[in-house]
């Protein structure tokens, strides 16, 4: 199995600040990745995928980027609505797998 | 708009057995892979199960050990997780998941999701 590391766990960032999520897959996932935003109470979201390709709708101060198996994603200038945990996802090989989860906190 | 509401989550005493259902709208339902992924209390996504459109191709978690069973009906729009013999690792949030991919034969990404019924396991 693909095992996806995601760091930090945790993260304060200030309004306005560029927030900055790394993902490593235990192997070459092919850019087989995408980005999901979770909030309490509400359903997860899709944000990117194939590793950069940004989801129709989500705002362009989203972005990811990375191949092989090495992956960031950004946030290029937080927003109080994306106060939220984001999770990085592997889809080249069953079973499909996520990482462990960045929660991005106000500082 | 691509709606997924979950249902059938609530409190059971180990050994039970629950059925969730997730009612798909919004969307031409045979045509879309389906998933379930459920969220344990203070823990990350984990996938649980993969149907097919056509129900053909059906994949499970392997730390499920053959207790639940995923089942779709494309005249209802509804996709199905029966839960058997369950235990306190089984309490969490349960989403059902569209695939991204039309027609998809294996798990891909997720592109719409619903907010989830919690399953708590306890006696």
């Known amino acids: 199995d693909i095992q996806m590391t995601q760091s930090p766990s945790s993260l304060p960032a200030s309004v306005g600040g560029r927030v900055t999520i790394t993902c490593q897959a235990s192997q070459d996932i092919n850019n087989r990745l995408s980005w999901y935003q979770l909030r309490p109470g509400k359903a997860p979201k899709l944000l990117i995928y194939d590793a950069s390709t940004l989801m129709t709708g989500v705002p362009s101060r989203f972005s990811g980027r990375g191949s092989g198996t090495d992956f960031t994603f950004t946030i290029s200038s937080l927003q109080p609505e994306d106060i939220a945990t984001y999770y990085c996802q592997q889809y080249d090989n069953l079973p499909v797998s996520f990482g462990g989860g960045t929660k991005v906190e106000i500082e | 708009e691509v709606q997924l509401v979950e249902s059938g989550g609530g409190l059971v005493r180990p050994g039970g057995s629950l059925r969730l259902s997730c009612a798909v709208s919004?969307?031409?339902?045979s045509r879309w892979s389906m998933h379930w992924f459920r969220q344990a209390p203070g823990k990350g996504l984990e996938w649980v199960s993969f149907i097919r459109s056509t129900s053909d191709h059906i994949n499970y978690a392997d730390s499920l050990r053959g207790r639940f069973t995923v089942s779709r009906d494309n005249a209802k729009s509804s996709l199905y997780l029966q839960m058997d013999s369950l235990s306190a690792e089984d309490t969490a949030v349960y989403f059902c998941a569209r695939d991204a991919v039309e027609m998809a034969a294996k798990p891909y990404y997720f592109d719409y999701w619903g907010q989830g019924t919690l399953v708590t396991v306890s006696s």
């Open positions: 919004g969307t031409t339902f």
